[in-house]
């Protein structure tokens, strides 16, 4: 088990890096002088200098990247261009709240996801399973944005139960969960549906397979199946959605995070690109990917441990 | 008049290649009317055909002139006139969102395409030569790219190269698309590289690129290609939260995502303006679910029997 | 004393028929069949792929899928009218217990995600809270008791197999394995649903040898359905041949193979390779079509020896010679 875990931990330590030389390219792509991209027009010719100076930004190409790379090592992920405050501080500043939102949705998609696929794979083949997947397939129609203009069109304008803005009073827990409810409410809509469906279909397919026949013939009842043995089968396909979901929801807050004026990271990334902040920008891409690449981790654990054939091949 | 280079003069290869094309066209025939016959296959064929219809036709259908600023008439409820109801330049939403699908349509239809052909022979050569650099190389290019949330690779894309120009555009969304489909490809391969009949090729000396196009494409294609009927909306989507941004599809073009930002800053003084697009986006990407289900159901026999 | 137990029935199963609901209308796979097994015997039933073998076995412990439905019949355990049992009885007190069945394919019957040892030690607690289970083995530890079941066997390395994954064993061991969970608690019946198809010919001796010292020792009876005649002709006592869901003919097994009496039992024994033979032989056209209901004798389309009172009726079963018993007009 060990060993499966370093192996996973190296591979995804090079993609990093692969992703990383990326954010870094891409700037190069451009067809003009860099530093000027990254200063715009604003500063005056003299200052310039100065700032690009400071900023390291007449070195060659390497040696940038290599003391980038350095400093995301310590922790220091450069600096606002216009402000000279440090980017990291700000972005962990930003991230509880996007954190909040993707792991709110994600829970809200999990519960109702799963029981439904439960019932529905349980109940298979009767007007309920069939409700429930003419339900699913248009839920998974909704995408992030549009669900959320939906949601706030009705239940914040129309009917004004929720507040349409913001995250709510600091400090005051029950607000913010408040503020909270439709944004998460939009992200999950189109996960419940996916989650929902794929229980279903990997339950269905545990449940008609041979094992779970030879169980039975052994006389064990149908109800501890279920529970049991189908479950635990079934779970490596949802693990691994939720886990790939789970980097597909960080970046669909920024849409609600824009919809909504929350604040979240998503959010400070699009402002990062719009005023050309290109290190706060780079830093914010940079933490959501390591969540990602984080979370992607613990789902290859989780998922070998749930089934050893993976970690014995 | 033998051609040196391969025997075969230059009429009868071009003869050959048509042959080969009518023969895959017919094939894809009877997939297509297999797609015809269940529930979902109609419904969606319907919509993606009405959805390009609506694109070629785009001017000559619309009810009323989608440019036109009649000031005194806006955020009007939908009326007999303006069945949309009307934006806050007082212009009729339903043309607009018709019209806008001249602009959509092609950028997603062409994305498609590109990730088409790129992730289907860049998985085909990954698959095909495993176990060397260029395989590791093209799985880490793969792996790095959808180490990205989507959003986040687009938008920055976008944002740093500039989305003025719609070739740019297309190809952001491609590069975004296609390492998922180059997996699949690629792991199809795998398993496809080791038929007997592809054995039986290498031994009678065929050139690699005969069997990678002739031999192993009809076989990995069909899963990428219900892929694509999904992403199709997808695509869509994404064309219209970047046109939401400020960062797709520029003014005066109208685009169902900059349509949808003018609703959402409205949002207050009339409703309807986001109605009206959201249905449309809605409606494509439930056409494009229902299709991508039809096509299969159609491609995969064991589930088409019996019908 | 010991003729009196051997005459004992076990099972007996009196007109069963079951009808599946198909796309394509409706599937009768059993047909009137009706059977008896004696304590202590081994049956062997042989039929083609199809001819409705596999349901007439999970009909008699009632777990056929949800499209199927037991109609017409009566089966009886010990006396017992198991249609009579609810779901939760079934499952509590017969199978596994009194009647245990193991399938084709021992490589897809096991749980891959569990060790050998807890799903052995899972169904062993299931049974253990009733008084059935003997003395000695409650004494035990479970995994002794598995231990203990494993050695019957005759698997070496016991320990190995209980902390393994079934993909890290052989087919022929995860058969055993199966076999051995089946006998943990001395079932009345083992229904064996060919159970060496899967498996190779020197495995398939093994398994088959292991069988009969397991009657012998346990006087379990068992009902060997396979489609292959040399396994029935060499181990059962009696066999039953069937086809397109009606049992064509019953007898002893020796009687059977010197002297086949339904033109089915005849062709299948025609059909078999021998080293004196040049060509193979095969049974002209093909199993009928479940889902008609035709009144003529199933086997009509094929039969070299057919009458006109074939085509109109279907035959009735005759007993010929006592113990050996056919559906066929030839002898009436």
């Known amino acids: 088990m060990g060993k499966y875990i370093a192996k996973r931990l190296v591979l995804l330590i090079f993609t990093l890096m692969g992703v990383m030389i990326i954010l870094f390219g891409m700037i190069y792509l451009i067809p003009g002088d860099p530093a000027v991209i990254m200063l715009h027009q604003r500063v005056n010719p003299e200052s310039k200098a100065l700032i690009i100076h400071r900023l390291g930004l007449d070195q060659p190409m390497l040696i940038r990247f290599g003391r980038y790379f350095w400093g995301v090592l310590h922790g220091d992920f450069g600096v606002y261009v216009m402000t000279n405050r440090a980017v990291l501080p700000e972005l962990l500043r930003v991230l509880p709240y996007t954190l909040g939102l993707a792991t709110f949705a994600m829970g809200i998609s999990i519960i109702i996801g799963v029981t439904l696929g439960i019932l529905a794979a349980f109940y298979k083949d009767t007007l309920f399973d069939h409700i429930v997947t003419v339900l699913s397939t248009a839920a998974v129609s909704m995408v992030d944005y549009v669900a959320a203009l939906i949601l706030l069109l009705i239940f914040a304008v129309k009917l004004d139960w929720f507040p349409s803005l913001g995250i709510g009073e600091r400090g005051n827990i029950i607000d913010q969960l408040y503020h909270l409810i439709l944004p998460a409410s939009a992200l999950a809509i189109s996960w419940v549906g996916y989650i929902e469906r794929l229980v279903r279909e990997s339950l269905g397919e545990v449940l008609s397979s041979d094992y779970i026949k030879t169980a039975r013939l052994f006389g064990i009842p149908k109800s501890s199946i279920v529970y049991k043995y189908a479950l635990r089968n079934a779970a490596k396909a949802v693990v691994t959605v939720v886990g790939l979901g789970w980097g597909v929801l960080l970046g669909g807050a920024v849409f609600i995070e824009i919809i909504f004026n929350r604040l979240g990271l998503g959010k400070s990334i699009i402002q990062a690109l719009y005023s050309r902040e290109y290190f706060a920008a780079q830093g914010g891409i940079l933490v959501i990917v390591i969540l990602f690449v984080g979370v992607v981790i613990i789902v290859d654990i989780i998922c070998a441990y749930i089934d050893p054939r993976i970690r014995l091949r | 008049m033998k051609n040196s280079k391969n025997n075969y003069s230059a009429a009868q290869r071009w003869y050959n290649i048509k042959r080969r094309f009518l023969y895959q066209v017919k094939k894809q025939k009877r997939v297509l009317i297999n797609i015809i016959k269940t529930p979902q296959g109609i419904v969606g064929t319907f919509i993606i055909a009405g959805l390009i219809l609506c694109a070629l036709a785009g001017p000559w259908i619309t009810p009323q002139d989608p440019f036109k600023i009649v000031i005194a008439n806006r955020f009007a409820p939908p009326s007999f006139k303006y069945l949309l109801g009307t934006d806050f330049l007082g212009r009729d939403i339903l043309s607009r969102i018709i019209i806008s699908t001249r602009v959509v349509v092609p950028i997603s239809l062409s994305v498609i395409a590109i990730i088409i052909i790129v992730g289907m022979t860049s998985g085909m050569v990954a698959g095909y030569y495993s176990n060397t650099i260029v395989e590791k190389i093209i799985i880490w290019m793969f792996d790095s790219i959808n180490t990205f949330p989507g959003i986040i690779l687009v938008l920055t894309l976008a944002a740093i190269v500039g989305s003025s120009s719609k070739i740019v555009l297309i190809l952001l969304m491609s590069l975004w698309r296609f390492p998922g489909y180059g997996r699949i490809v690629r792991v199809e391969t795998l398993s496809v590289k080791e038929e007997v009949y592809i054995k039986a090729a290498q031994a009678l000396g065929v050139k690699e690129k005969g069997i990678l196009f002739h031999h192993i494409m009809p076989n990995v294609i069909a899963p990428i290609i219900v892929l694509a009927g999904m992403d199709f909306g997808v695509v869509t989507m994404m064309l219209a939260g970047l046109s939401f941004l400020g960062m797709g599809v520029q003014p005066p073009a109208c685009s169902l995502g900059r349509m949808l930002q003018e609703g959402y800053v409205y949002i207050h003084q009339s409703s309807w303006m986001l109605v009206g697009p959201i249905l449309a986006l809605s409606v494509v990407m439930i056409g494009c679910s229902l299709f991508s289900a039809g096509l299969r159901i159609a491609l995969n026999p064991k589930e088409s029997f019996g019908r | ?332």
């Open chain 3, 1 to 332: 004393m010991e003729s009196i137990l051997k005459d004992q029935l076990v099972l007996e199963i009196e007109a069963l028929s079951v009808e599946y609901k198909s796309r394509q209308g409706i599937i009768k796979p059993v047909d009137n069949v009706s059977l008896q097994i004696r304590k202590g015997e081994f049956v062997g039933l042989v039929g083609e792929s199809g001819c409705g073998k596999s349901t007439l076995a999970l009909s008699i412990v009632n777990l056929l899928p949800p499209n199927g439905k037991i109609i017409k019949g009566k089966i009886l355990l010990n006396g017992n009218d198991l249609l009579a049992f609810s779901e939760e009885e079934m499952a509590r007190q017969i199978r596994g217990k009194k009647i245990t069945m193991i399938t084709q394919n021992p490589h897809t019957a096991l749980n891959p995600v569990f060790k050998i040892g807890s799903q052995m030690k899972e169904i062993l607690r299931l049974h253990k809270n009733n008084e059935e289970v003997s003395g000695k083995q409650r004494r035990l530890s479970y995994s002794q008791g598995c231990a203990k079941i494993l050695e019957e066997m005759r698997i070496a390395d016991i320990s190995r197999v209980l902390r393994a994954y079934p993909h890290q064993l052989s087919g022929g061991m995860k058969q055993r394995v199966i076999t051995a969970m089946a006998f943990f608690c001395n079932p009345l019946l083992l229904i064996a649903d060919e159970p060496t198809t899967a498996l190779d010919v020197t495995i398939q001796a093994q398994i088959l040898e292991l069988f009969k010292g397991l009657v012998k020792k346990y006087s379990t009876s068992i009902l060997y359905v396979t489609h292959d005649l040399g396994v029935v002709s060499e181990l059962s006592r009696k066999a039953l041949v069937m086809y397109a869901g009606e049992i064509v003919e019953e007898a002893k097994t020796s009687n059977l193979v010197k002297n086949p009496k339904h033109p089915y039992t005849e062709a299948l024994l025609k059909c078999l390779p021998s080293v004196s033979k040049n060509r193979l032989k095969a049974i002209p056209g093909r199993v009928p079509d479940l889902t008609s209901s035709l009144e003529e004798c199933k086997f009509f389309p094929r039969c070299s020896y057919t009458m006109s009172r074939c085509k109109k009726e279907r035959p009735p079963v005759l007993e010929t010679e006592p113990g050996h018993r056919v559906r066929c007009f030839k002898y009436y």
